[in-house]
């Protein structure tokens, strides 16, 4: 039973450790002080290295030799490489979905993009409900390819990707030309998939999951090296 519980500890803080340095919580290259930590998420020194070795392995944090653990730095390299390869892999996603996907497919498309886009109005008091609604359209949109892996690889950009985003949503929200233009690019994503045009879909993707990382260059909220 004492190895049921501090596995179910170290597991829930992996969770809520990942979430609080994707939404940027803790910022980037903060240092995760353990002391902060264990009264944040009430549990031992022992849970949360289990935690943080685990984010270490997905590189949302670093270790410094002796000096514990730090989230894992940002820079401009770093997110326009993320971008650029979340983008050929998104693509490669949806074309395999729109050879491969059955009508359960289309119906969780039309339901996402529904729920996404009754919440558009609300996205500025709640940022991150509209995130994760718009993370349920576009898992929704790759399901259908049918490939564990690619989705794993897949999932693993949209994570990183996320931090990013997160930064630029913080001060950003109220911009609505942004918003309406991503709408937009939502419904003929969606109007492309549920044709079977799957040329126009992957290049709509492509473009739309680019679009984000221009807004940050043009931002600068992210420094040209690794800080």
Known sequence: MQSD???NSAGRVVGDLKKDIL???FAPGEKLAMARLKARYNVG???LREALSQLLIEQLVVVENQRGFRVHPISKEEMLDIYQTRARIEALCVGLAVDQGDDEWEASILAAAHKMHKFSSAMEA????WERRHHEFHSAIVA???SPTLLAVRRSLYEKASRYRNLWLTDNMQQTDFFDANRKEHDLLTDALLKRDRDTACQLIEHHLLSPSKALL???IIPDKTV
């Open 23 to 25: 939404q940027g919580f």
């Open 5 to 7: 519980n501090k596995d």
């Open 126 to 129: 709640d940022p991150q409900e």
């Open 218 to 220: 043009a931002s600068q």
């Open 144 to 146: 259908g390819c049918n």
């Open 45 to 47: 020194v022992s849970p």
